[in-house]
Nanobody
Framework: QVQLVQSGGGLVQTGGSLRLSCAAS????????MGWYRQAPGKQRELVAL???????NYADSVKGRFTISRDNARNTEYLQMNSLKPDDTAVYYC???????????????WGQGTQVTVSS
């Protein structure tokens, strides 16, 4: 079994900061890419940030320069530092990991449970 457990999030004023964490646990051989997505009410889930096993990152244009994704491979954990938050950042944030459970297993995507981020104006 593999689980992704998220923490962080909550309510913050415009311009504030929050940090999200996502820890993967269970039988894991290797985690490839790790990412953060978000879904606002009435909208589709969208990619916020992605980090590869080699540390390369990719961000949505709307968060570039404000959000930073990072990972701790020893702890199988990823983070999303969110600064200069805006009301448009309000959404449920989900982490995901593409990982292999054994050296010969296929890659599979796992999702966290989601956490609400609300930015008040």
């Amino acid at each position: 079994q593999v689980q992704l457990v998220q923490s962080g999030g909550g309510l913050v004023q415009t311009g504030g900061s929050l940090r999200l964490s996502c820890a993967a646990s269970g039988s894991i051989f290797m985690i490839n890419s790790m990412g953060w997505y978000r879904q606002a009410p009435g909208k589709q889930r969208e990619l916020v940030a992605l980090i590869t096993s080699g540390g390369s990152t990719n961000y949505a244009d709307s968060v570039k320069g404000r959000f930073t994704i990072s990972r701790d491979n020893a702890r199988n954990t990823e983070y999303l530092q969110m600064n200069s938050l805006k009301p448009d950042d309000t959404a449920v944030y989900y982490c995901n990991s593409v990982l292999q459970r054994t050296p010969t297993a296929a890659k599979f995507t796992y999702w966290g449970q989601g956490t609400q981020v609300t930015v008040s104006s």
